[in-house]
């Protein structure tokens, strides 16, 4: 089983970029997917996440109103839609499935145990 992240890319800040993940197996339309991301030198974050019946999402504080996460159960795939991007947003994207079919959506990566390869943004000012 495998995650493939796509989208990233250079923008100026005020930008949009739009990621998409895509999973190799249907059965991860029952998982909760989210996005992470890990600037250089720090810390990788937790950015957003979206249940299997895409009516609960959480987002970090910071890309509140600005980044939308979605999923397509059919095609098995989870997108970020960014917008109003700043530098601050430039990272290593990565999208992760929860390590069980829990319907609980978290922040801590740790319940995370299959991760894509990373997409990397960067915004410029």
């Known amino acids: 089983v495998q995650l493939q992240a796509s989208g990233g890319g250079l923008v100026q800040a005020g930008g949009s970029l739009r990621l998409s993940c895509a999973a190799s197996?249907?059965?991860?339309?029952?998982?909760?997917m989210g996005w992470f991301r890990q600037a250089p030198g720090k810390e990788r974050e937790f950015v957003a996440a979206i249940g299997w019946n895409v009516g609960k999402t959480l987002y970090r504080d910071s890309v509140k109103g600005r980044f939308t996460i979605d999923r397509d159960n059919a095609n098995n795939t989870v997108s970020l839609q960014m917008i109003s991007l700043k530098p601050e947003d430039t990272a290593v994207y990565y999208c992760?499935?929860?390590?069980?079919?829990?319907?609980?959506?978290?922040?801590?990566?740790?319940?995370?145990?299959?991760w894509g390869q990373g997409t990397l943004v960067t915004v410029s000012s």
């Open positions: 992760a499935a929860r390590d069980s079919t829990s319907p609980t959506v978290v922040m801590s990566a740790k319940y995370y145990s299959l």
């Open positions: 197996e249907r059965t991860f339309s029952s998982h909760v």
